[in-house]
Every structure is written in C-alpha cells, then in structure tokens.
C-alpha cells in the first residue's frame, strides 16, 4: 500500500509559481509511475503531467500547461514535484498526486483509472 501525501498548494498571484510535492511512503517509488491532476469546482478531473518510471523519465503534460508546468521526481527521494510557473486563474483546482504500476500506463496515462494510488490533494488557488 502505498501512501502519498501532496504540500505546497495555496494562495500565489497570477504569473507567480508554486511548487507542489508529493511524499511517498513506499521505499520502491520508483517503480511507479507518477502523475499529479487537479479538480476545479464543477469540472472534471483532468491530468496535469506524467512522468514514467523509466529511468529516462518520460513526461507528459496537458496542453493547458505546456511551457508552464514541469514535473520531476526527487533524486534519492521518494517525492516527485510539481513546479508551477506564470500560473493562470485557470489553474485553480485541487491537485492531487497518483501512483501506477500499470503496464498499460504507457497508452493511458492521463486516465485516472490507470492509477492505484491517490493522495489526499492540496489547494491551489490563483488570484487575478
């Protein structure tokens, strides 16, 4: 069972950054692919970006946030990042962070059913 817990949400002003992180509790993180979405209110939930397991570390990442968003995981720690920058009022949601060791990740990673593991979210709120 693997726990995460995402930090680092809150308050930042349009155009500002933020950084999002997600502990894992598992030793063996890093054989599970990650991937960070977020739930505004009244909408669906949407992915974020995606990074593989691999050690080439394939990411992935909505066009929403091309350009503006990268993930990554922590060199020797069970985290991966989310770095926010010039951020949108459009980015407002609740982020969460997710876990999969699924081998049809590679085709469906921006599935939320492809995950096995969901922390609990944090909070991004943008003000225009």
């Known amino acids: 069972q693997v726990q995460l817990v995402e930090s680092g949400g809150g308050l930042v002003q349009a155009g500002g950054s933020l950084r999002l992180s997600c502990a894992a509790s598992?030793?063996?993180?890093?054989?599970?692919?990650m991937g960070w979405f977020r739930q505004a209110p009244g909408k669906e939930r949407e992915v974020v970006a995606a990074?593989?397991?691999?050690?080439?570390?394939?990411?992935y990442y909505a066009d929403s946030v091309k350009g503006r968003f990268t993930i990554s995981r922590g060199n020797g720690k069970n985290t991966v990042y989310l770095q926010m920058n010039n951020v949108k009022a459009d980015d407002t949601a609740v982020y969460y962070c997710a876990a999969s060791d699924r081998v049809s990740w590679i085709g469906t990673y921006y599935r939320g059913d492809e995950y096995n593991y969901w922390g609990q979210g944090t909070q991004v709120t943008v003000s225009s």
């Open positions: 990074v593989s397991r691999w050690s080439a570390g394939t990411t």
């Open positions: 598992e030793r063996t993180f890093s054989s599970y692919h």
